[in-house]
């Protein structure tokens, strides 16, 4: 995932985060270097004051939230005496106040920060943090589900070796088919799909190939051929069990199979899955 990617994530939960708190500003950015965070999306601002400032960790509230991994806020910025204040000069220019600052955390290392802030000393109320915090989930969500693309999509690009290799191809298929679906990125989740198209075309399929199965009983399949139950697919790819079943037994029908495992088969025989 680049830094443009998880610059546009920022930017579209600050205006969510905006238009779901009511907060006249919102900005954030990334950690660039793993200490330091970057204020590049700025939303509601009057001036430029805070773009492109560079926050340390431990400094100021937003430097506070990478340090503890948590959200930090005060109701009067400029008063606060828990946070350093390098920054009072950027925060006045801009005219803020009351400030609220949480970290975008993906499996326990800080990537960025989301704040809010109000042009009045006022405590930060529970609708503004939950409305931040949840803004701030929506991001890391995001960012995972990327990183975790990145990293199948990579490991298709790897050479194919050793007796139980076909397994492990296998199961990167089977795990791109259901993270695609979760990918709100057209040209991502483009390449996820075309990553499979490969996974799969690397089985050497035979003429059998005549079979056509739509992308989602394709989807089922992938799980089924890794053991997955129907209660497990139904999970992984964010239906319900009986729409897995559904799935099943139309691709079942189309494959002229009569059990799961024939179905798998076939699939593999119609070059349908790796």
């Known amino acids: 995932m680049t830094a443009t990617d998880e610059a546009l994530e920022i930017r579209s939960a600050l205006l969510a985060l905006r238009?779901?708190?009511?907060?006249?500003?919102?900005?954030?950015?990334?950690?660039h270097d793993g200490a330091s965070l970057r204020l590049t999306?700025?939303?509601?601002?009057?001036?430029?004051?805070?773009?492109?400032?560079?926050?340390?960790?431990?400094?100021?509230?937003?430097?506070?939230a990478v340090a503890l991994g948590r959200p930090c806020g005060v109701a009067d910025y400029a008063q606060a005496r828990h946070i350093s204040h390098e920054y009072d000069a950027a925060v006045a220019a801009e005219g803020l106040r009351s400030v609220l600052a949480v970290p975008v955390v993906v499996r326990r290392r800080v990537r960025g920060v989301l704040y809010g802030a109000l042009r009045a000393p006022l405590p930060i109320g529970d609708r503004v943090f939950d409305a931040a915090v949840a803004a701030a989930r929506d991001v890391e969500q995001a960012l995972a589900v990327r990183d975790e693309a990145?990293?199948?999509?990579a490991s298709t690009r790897e050479p194919v070796a050793g007796p139980g290799a076909w397994e492990?191809?296998?199961?990167?298929?089977?795990?791109?088919?259901?993270?695609?679906?979760?990918?709100?990125?057209?040209?991502l989740r483009a390449a996820l799909l075309a990553a499979c198209a490969r996974l799969s075309g690397a089985a050497a399929p035979s003429p059998e190939r005549r079979v056509a199965l739509t992308p989602r009983e394709v989807d089922v399949l992938s799980c089924v051929a890794s053991g997955a139950t129907?209660?497990?697919?139904?999970?992984?790819?964010?239906?319900?069990?009986?729409?897995?079943?559904?799935?099943?037994?139309?691709?079942?029908?189309?494959?002229?199979?009569?059990?799961?495992?024939?179905?798998?088969?076939?699939?593999?025989?119609?070059g349908l899955l790796p």
């Open 230 to 270: 129907n209660a497990s697919a139904a999970e992984a790819l964010g239906v319900r069990p009986e729409t897995v079943k559904a799935y099943l037994r139309s691709a079942m029908r189309k494959l002229g199979a009569h059990t799961r495992l024939e179905a798998v088969v076939a699939a593999r025989r119609a």
């Open 150 to 153: 990145r990293r199948l999509l």
């Open 19 to 31: 238009r779901s708190a009511g907060l006249p500003v919102a900005f954030g950015g990334l950690l």
């Open 168 to 187: 492990e191809v296998r199961a990167a298929h089977g795990e791109l088919r259901a993270l695609a679906p979760r990918v709100g990125d057209p040209h």
């Open 41 to 64: 999306e700025l939303t509601g601002a009057s001036t430029a004051a805070l773009s492109g400032l560079l926050i340390s960790s431990g400094n100021g509230v937003g430097g506070r």
